[in-house]
């Protein structure tokens, strides 16, 4: 009897010191928002490939010389890192910083600065609770050397980036036509609605508010055949791109609880007449 307890009590004790005990690990991440607090400290939010969304806490060295530097910890920069992770700790602590692909061109360029600006604080949003996910984390990934690297033609970027996004998190229009299986959507798609709770084509209207009318489903169809190199045969002007980005941000307030407004969605309107 006393050796069953005895054995009981230490696996728990080994399931609680698991729980706290240190993992060293090098991966990529990429920064989503950082904020100072003290003199030399900061408080980062990062999107990791191999262990999804965590938050670290760094000291900052004074010397020019130091591993971890503070321009490393900008929206949108792509790292690699080691860190000690501890299941169960809120706030990581890592050692080691460097840049995984240099993005001068976003950095640059008011636009693209704009734009990285958007599409970074909509994933702080967006992915609040996300898990290891390594398709999702290169999407994102490839997404941002893609901006980086464009030269021109990129205005309607942040609109497919949206779209594409809500695949990886699950919640990408449905190309079927509600009732009738596979019917093509292409042969009727300026008469459907778009029922935006349940992600799919309708030929009547929901009974509940939170639907398009067939004008502005239509668009959603457009965007779906959208990508990065075919986008800018797509010829947006300012106002119909301020409205699908809307109904893009309305879409995901359907599907993610408490989604805030966006604090550089004013300043991103303002682009590309």
Same mark, same amino acid.
């Given at each position: 009897m006393f050796c069953q307890i005895f054995l009981k009590k230490s696996a728990s004790f080994c399931i609680f010191f698991a729980n706290f005990a240190a993992v060293k690990t090098k991966t990529e991440a990429i920064v989503l928002h950082s904020v100072k607090y003290g003199e030399q400290k900061l408080i980062v939010d990062m999107f990791t490939r191999q262990w999804g969304r965590l938050s670290f806490a760094l000291q900052l060295p004074r010397t020019a010389q130091a591993k971890l530097k503070k321009q490393y910890f900008q929206p949108l920069t792509l790292l690699n890192i080691e860190a000690d992770i501890r299941q169960q700790v809120q706030l990581q602590k890592i050692s080691e910083a460097s840049l995984l692909s240099p993005l001068p061109s976003l950095l640059s360029d008011p636009s693209k600065l704009a734009i990285g600006l958007f599409v970074c604080?909509? =994933?702080? &949003?967006?992915?609040?609770? /996300?898990?290891?996910?390594?398709?999702?984390?290169?999407?994102?990934?490839?997404?941002?050397?893609?901006?980086?690297? *464009? /030269? !021109?033609?990129?205005?309607? $970027?942040?609109?497919?980036?949206? @779209? !594409? +996004?809500? *695949?990886?998190? #699950?919640?990408? %229009?449905?190309? /079927? =036509?509600?009732? &009738? #299986?596979?019917?093509?959507? *292409?042969?009727?798609?300026?008469?459907?609605?778009?029922?935006?709770?349940?992600?799919?084509?309708?030929?009547?209207?929901?009974? &509940?508010?939170?639907?398009? @009318? %067939?004008? /502005?489903?239509?668009?959603?169809?457009? =965007?779906?055949? @959208?990508?990065?190199?075919? @986008?800018?045969?797509?010829?947006?002007? !300012?106002?119909? !791109?301020? *409205?699908?980005?809307?109904?893009?941000?309305?879409?995901?307030? +359907? &599907?993610?609880?408490? $989604? %805030?407004?966006?604090?550089?969605?004013?300043? =991103?309107?303002?682009?590309?007449?």
């Open positions: 604080e909509f =994933l702080y &949003h967006a992915l609040r609770d /996300e898990q290891h996910n390594e398709p999702l984390f290169d999407y994102v990934r490839t997404s941002i050397e893609w901006l980086d690297g *464009r /030269e !021109r033609d990129f205005a309607n $970027f942040h609109l497919v980036f949206l @779209m !594409r +996004l809500s *695949r990886f998190l #699950g919640f990408y %229009p449905n190309l /079927e =036509l509600r009732n &009738h #299986g596979t019917t093509e959507l *292409r042969n009727c798609e300026n008469s459907l609605y778009f029922d935006l709770r349940a992600a799919c084509f309708c030929e009547q209207p929901p009974l &509940h508010r939170d639907f398009l @009318m %067939p004008q /502005e489903a239509s668009r959603i169809h457009l =965007l779906m055949r @959208m990508d990065y190199a075919t @986008m800018h045969l797509f010829r947006l002007g !300012r106002a119909d !791109r301020n *409205r699908i980005l809307e109904i893009l941000i309305q879409y995901y307030r +359907l &599907h993610i609880p408490q $989604f %805030p407004e966006l604090r550089s969605l004013p300043v =991103l309107q303002e682009l590309f007449q």
